[in-house]
């Protein structure tokens, strides 16, 4: 047997076929199955599963830097499909396991993907369904144990046993190791909120540069265990929760979804999560709905440990003593509640949860810095693989609630003259797929990229994020207005789910809001009102005079010209299904207007 020649740590097929070797019993990958037991996948295991497909996908004519799509849901496969596609050069286009059949096809056909590999019968039967439209397509291979008649349709597990059978080790060791680490190795659809999305173009440097400047950043302990909720289609998954996850011999176990992440926290209990700001604000939304239901003692005893977390927390993110008699207060509560909380919420191992993809609620970064748990909030983009800047630990450099911390190492940015911020590095796209002019509209000769956001750098080099510029209200009367900041705000109710604020070229600002409706039943409940059907709910004056109210409050730290003058309740959320939402659950501002545009000209009318 010819021994073991590494890899250079340029490509992560490389890194992972490094791990295979050194790490080999320690488990890579798991994920519960059907009888909710976690079925474990080691880094040998995962590595004979990648060489079998990697096999199979050249016995079948796959090229170096032909495409191969991956529709699917977290799980084992989309690792192993990731994996192999990138050991023999090919390039993976990633598309969101919800996507529709339509959105689906777009992205096959634009990319020109040979083969997409599918999770289950949802994806298989939208493919199939666009199968006369689907130009280049020639495979479908499902991870699910599915039997379909078509012939276009093969299951992985026959999949793997072809490649078992057809095993070419010598081949994929030649493709990569001859990988040019300026090819595209993955395209991720961007989840415009106008417009078809655009294939971003991510090479073998970028995904590697962007691992190796998070490691450098942001060290952490060597046992590093994630549990995995944010879709791999989402850059910041693939580069935090997968790839460094892969270059430190990590564990990933991956939950089924938001139901079940609690449940999975508290089982995994990990070192490292990444999460958007909604998942904490569902975590925290739990623990306070909690103690609402509490005794007036217990209570009374939370909310004292809050007032103390709260006046400790500007000594916690600055990694300063806490001076007595406040610290020793503090170190009471820690033993008496915040360690109970952590355990309760399966946070008792967090290293740090980094957070990104939208503004992160002070309040509530602070509720969790002050029960012991460092968050890291950052910034970055999908063209930018995608982190350029974020927080790092306390004890390297103060946490900033507000900011989006200091820039990664190697990174420049900068800020235009109409505050737009610009980003150099070498975590940068290669530009848009098949489209040089959006490329060149974004991504100048000298290497800087414009970032569609609106921001300014403070005197200790962390970023700060105002507003999307495309987003921004510009009034009847000429003021600017940052739409994204004043929802953030509104979303920290309990009572409010979702708000999309409008008044562009309007004399003042409306609102669309989506109540949060378990929260509103129990206030219904409490106050008499024994209404729960959403759409009636909605209506009623009690309901509505309480929604008055509310906004009357949140509007109180608001300039005049940001304040929201009239609302709208509606009855159901909004969503991927409408068109309403992002994949990455961003509210599509347009598709609102034109879906509520009778309502809102209601709320126009003088």
Not at 23 to 34: A, L, N, P, W, Y
Not at 389 to 403: C, D, E, N, V
Not at 448 to 472: A, N, Q, S, V
């Amino acid at each position: 047997m010819n021994a073991f020649r590494p890899y250079d740590d340029t490509t992560i097929p490389g890194i992972f076929k490094n791990q295979v070797e050194k790490s080999r019993d320690k488990i890579f990958v798991k994920i519960r199955d059907e009888n909710k037991k976690w079925k474990e996948y080691s880094y040998t295991e995962s590595g004979e599963q990648v060489d079998a497909l990697a096999s199979y996908l050249i016995k079948k004519g796959i090229k170096p830097k032909d495409r191969i799509a991956i529709y699917s849901g977290n799980r084992p496969e989309w690792a192993i499909s990731d994996l192999a596609t990138l050991a023999i050069g090919a390039t993976d286009v990633t598309i969101y396991p919800t996507n529709s059949g339509p959105e689906a096809a777009y992205v096959l056909n634009d990319s020109g993907a040979k083969i997409c590999m599918c999770s289950g019968k949802f994806q298989v039967d939208n493919l199939l369904k666009e199968k006369k439209n689907l130009k280049d397509l020639k495979e479908i291979i499902v991870f699910d144990d599915l039997d379909y008649k078509d012939p276009v349709v093969t299951k992985l597990s026959k999949v793997l046993d072809m490649g078992r059978k057809n095993l070419n080790t010598k081949e994929i060791d030649k493709r990569l190791r001859n990988i040019d680490l300026e090819d595209t190795a993955t395209l991720i659809y961007t989840s415009g909120t106008t417009g078809n999305p655009k294939g971003v173009m991510l090479t073998h440097n970028n995904l590697v540069a962007n691992v190796k400047q998070f490691i450098e950043h942001h060290p952490f302990p060597r046992i590093v265990t994630c549990v995995s909720l944010l879709p791999l289609s989402h850059a910041l998954e693939r580069t935090v929760g997968y790839n460094t996850c892969i270059h430190e011999a990590g564990t990933i176990a991956y939950t089924k979804g938001a139901e079940t992440l609690v449940e999975d926290l508290k089982d995994i209990r990990p070192t490292l999560a990444v999460y958007v700001p909604r998942v904490l604000e569902k975590l925290y939304e739990g623990v306070m709905s909690q103690v609402g239901n509490a005794p007036a003692s217990k209570k009374a005893l939370f909310n004292t440990a809050m007032s103390v977390g709260k006046k400790a927390v500007p000594y916690i993110l600055s990694n300063r003593p806490i001076p007595f008699p406040l610290g020793a207060a503090y170190r009471l509560f820690d033993k008496l509640i915040y360690s109970k909380l952590r355990a309760a919420l399966g946070l008792d191992r967090m290293i740090t949860i980094g957070v990104g993809g939208a503004p992160l609620s002070d309040d509530i970064n602070a509720f969790f810095q002050a029960i012991g748990v460092e968050i890291h909030l950052g910034y970055g983009l999908t063209e930018t693989t995608p982190i350029t800047h974020l927080h790092t630990f306390k004890t390297i450099k103060p946490i900033k609630l507000g900011t989006c911390g200091p820039a990664f190492p190697r990174t420049e940015c900068k800020i235009a003259d109409d505050g737009e911020v610009m980003i150099r590095g070498p975590q940068v796209m290669k530009g848009y797929y098949n489209k040089p002019k959006d490329t060149a509209e974004v991504l100048n000769k000298d290497g800087w990229f414009y970032t569609g956001d609106i921001g300014r750098i403070d005197e200790d080099g962390y970023l700060l994020i105002t507003d999307r510029k495309k987003d921004i209200i510009i009034t009847a009367g000429g003021k600017n207005v940052a739409p994204q900041v004043i929802e953030g705000m509104f979303l920290m109710h309990p009572l409010i789910e979702q708000i999309a604020i409008i008044g562009d070229q309007r004399k003042y600002l409306v609102a669309l809001i989506v109540p949060n409706f378990p929260e509103l039943a129990k206030w219904a409940k409490a106050n008499g009102i024994t209404e729960t059907d959403p759409g009636k709910l909605i209506t009623n004056q009690n309901v509505v005079k309480k929604f008055n109210e509310t906004v009357d409050e949140l509007n109180k730290p608001l300039g005049r010209v940001e304040q929201i003058k009239r609302f709208a309740l509606i009855d159901r959320a909004f969503s991927q299904e409408t068109g309403e939402l992002t994949p990455t659950l961003k509210v599509k501002r347009k598709v609102v207007l034109a879906n509520y545009k009778d309502i809102i000209e209601d709320m126009y009318k003088e």
